[in-house]
């Protein structure tokens, strides 16, 4: 047994020194491979050398030129056109005249407004000296009379009986020049009256041949037609239930507005002749409704539609031009109103004048009293009130003048900035209205843009958005010049998103530097804004940091002179700046020379 044993323990001892030789020659057989292998194929490195250099940072879009100011520009007012100063394609300066309206009825109503100013500021004047003259009596008063001052207050009542009497002759030439004034603007109206009504009944006529030759009865358009017929004839004509009756039967009726107006042309009032005006107009409304309910359509032949189209024009010049005898009556009225007004105060003025000079003469011969100079007191506190009113009145007569001369104004367009004009659709000649107003115009009237200032606007990505800051250059080029690279600089950055397609970005504009004819409004450009720049950093690729434990490592390539060994050792950087074209600026870290391992291969 005891055999057994030791025998069982040497064959286990020899297995496993068998074991253990075998382990020891696979282990130098790996070594001996690992260690030919290596001297085979050795491992290699790429490497760049650390240098100084300059680092540009860019965010790179695309863009789209537009002028930086554009307006376009209609009158306030309405009127006729008389003058055009410039066309399409001209460079015109801040404040030209550019469009003028026919302006003489609104120059005369200002003329009126300046003699009613000029003539209020004279009364002024005579006011001013009437409280001096009063305090100098007052002051007479207590210093007791001389037989000089009687003779002097004798001469003052002559002075003042001379000034009412022509006080009085001007009051009545006044009267009869605003009377001459009035039954001219009437007379100027009652002369455009037979015209208007005839033109307006010569449109009634073309509307019923144009109906009973294309819409009678069957017509989709019929009623429509002589229900505004029937009204403008029953205004204009007297005439009753009109609406299916020829131009026949038409030309034979004279009452209504058109037999009124043959009445005061015969025995012309002014009353007489307001209240034709007003008819008038009327009936032109009536006359104009009822033209536009024909239709132009293709069943109307091109007379026809020369013939429709005619009638409309003759009808809106009329009712512009009965709006305008309106007006220049009202305003005719309101001036004479004005300068009456003006005169009779002179009057007043006068008299008082008189009635002061006989009280002082009064007050000189029989001596003076405290009574006396308690009465002299107050007189010259009326004086003043009279004076403070009379102010009131030059300031009422200069905001009419102000008034006229805004009005005036607006009969002129003119350039608010230097630029091009782009688009004009006056004409001399044409009646334009308000944009206010119910008749069809085109507007705006003219267009201008900024001359020469142009601009760029391009949506910025979210992750450069932060980069981007107004003053920042930009280089550009543009898809009509693509060799030619022009300077721009970012002028706003939007602080609200836009979104494209889903994607949030950021709205940014940027100014050229300079003026340049070859740019134009629409055009394409690609855009390199200059973010940030950094001269004389040590700067490498992007690709050589890495990232480990929260760090950010570069590794660093040192030979050994003496032993031919090149080792690797990772050193922690910290960086900066990265540039658009890959590189990035190291702050800390590395030394300019150092080699940097940009890839290993293994």
């Known amino acids: ?76 007012t309405s009127g006729r056109v008389s003058a055009i100063y410039v066309d399409v394609g001209d460079q015109v300066k801040k404040g030209q005249e550019l469009l003028r309206l026919n302006s003489a009825d609104v120059q005369a109503m200002l003329n009126q407004a300046y003699a009613g100013a000029n003539s209020a500021k004279a009364q002024l004047q005579q006011y001013e000296a009437g409280v001096r003259s009063q305090e100098a009596k007052l002051a007479e008063l207590k210093q007791g009379t001389r037989p000089e001052e009687i003779q002097i207050a004798e001469t003052n009542v002559s002075n003042a009986e001379e000034a009412l009497s022509d006080a009085e002759k001007n009051l009545e030439s006044v009267k009869n020049k605003t009377a001459v004034d009035l039954s001219n603007a009437y007379s100027s109206a009652l002369n455009s009256l037979p015209s208007a009504v ?34 403008a004839v029953q205004s204009l004509l007297g005439a009753f239930n009109a609406g299916k009756w020829t131009s026949e039967f038409i030309s034979r009726e004279n009452g209504g507005t058109f037999g009124l107006v043959q009445q005061v042309v015969a025995n012309p009032t002014n ?53 305008g005898y309106n007006q220049t009556i009202s305003a005719t009225e309101v001036g004479n109103q004005n300068l009456i007004s003006t005169a009779e105060a002179g009057v007043n003025t006068a008299k008082n004048a ?23 007191e107050a007189m010259v506190e009326q004086a003043k009130a009279n004076l403070a009113s009379q102010k009131a009145m030059v300031n009422q007569a200069y905001a009419n003048v102000q008034q006229y001369q805004a009005q005036l104004e607006k009969t002129v367009l003119r350039a ?14 044409e009646i334009i209205f308000p944009s206010s107003s119910t008749y069809e115009i085109q507007i705006p009237l003219i267009s201008l843009i900024g001359e020469g200032n142009f601009e760029m606007e391009a949506n910025i990505a979210e992750i450069d958005i932060a980069k981007i800051k107004i003053g920042n250059t930009a280089k550009v080029t543009l898809d009509a010049y693509s060799e030619v690279e022009f300077t721009a600089t970012v002028t706003f950055v939007d602080p609200a998103e836009t979104y494209v397609e889903g994607i949030p970005t950021y709205r940014v504009k ?14 394409t450009a690609n855009i390199d804004i200059l973010t940030a720049k950094k001269e004389d950093v040590i700067s490498i690729p992007q690709r050589s940091v890495i990232s480990k434990d929260n760090m950010k490592l570069v590794r660093i390539a040192e030979e050994n002179n003496d032993e031919g060994i090149t080792t690797i050792k990772e050193v922690e950087v910290l960086t ?27």
């Open 416 to 429: 608010p900035m230097d630029g091009i004009v782009t688009k004009m659709e006056a004409k001399v000649g």
């Open 198 to 231: 005839t033109k307006a009944k010569s449109a009634l006529i073309i509307i019923s041949d144009i109906q009973y030759a294309h819409f009678v009865n069957s017509s989709l358009y019929s009623n429509q037609i002589e229900s505004a017929k029937a009204i």
């Open 354 to 376: 008189l009635l002061t000079a006989q009280n002082n003469l009064s007050l000189k011969k029989a001596g003076y009293t405290q009574e006396q100079i308690k009465a002299q």
């Open 1 to 76: 047994m005891h055999q057994q044993k030791q025998l069982h323990k040497k064959t286990k001892f020899y297995k496993n020194k068998k074991l253990m030789i075998f382990l020891g020659i696979v282990a130098m057989s790996i070594a001996t491979f690992i260690y030919y292998s290596q001297k085979e194929a050795p491992i290699t490195y790429d490497t760049i050398v650390a240098e100084k250099s300059e680092l540009i940072q860019e965010v790179s879009v695309t863009g789209k030129v537009e002028p930086s100011q554009s307006v376009d520009l209609s009158f306030e």
């Open 510 to 523: 940027l100014q050229f530097d300079e003026q340049d004819e070859r740019i134009k409004s629409g055009m």
């Open 271 to 323: 009353d007489k002749i307001a209240e034709a005006l007003i008819k008038t107009l009327n009936a032109l409304e009536k006359v104009k409704t009822a033209l536009d309910s024909v239709p132009s359509t293709s069943e109307l032949t091109a007379t026809e539609k020369l013939n429709l189209d005619t009638e409309k024009i003759n009808i809106n010049t009329q009712i512009t031009a009965v709006q």
């Open 576 to 602: 900066g700046l990265k540039s658009s074209d890959g590189r990035v600026e190291i702050i800390k870290g590395i030394q300019e020379g150092d080699k940097i391992v940009t890839n290993i291969n293994d």
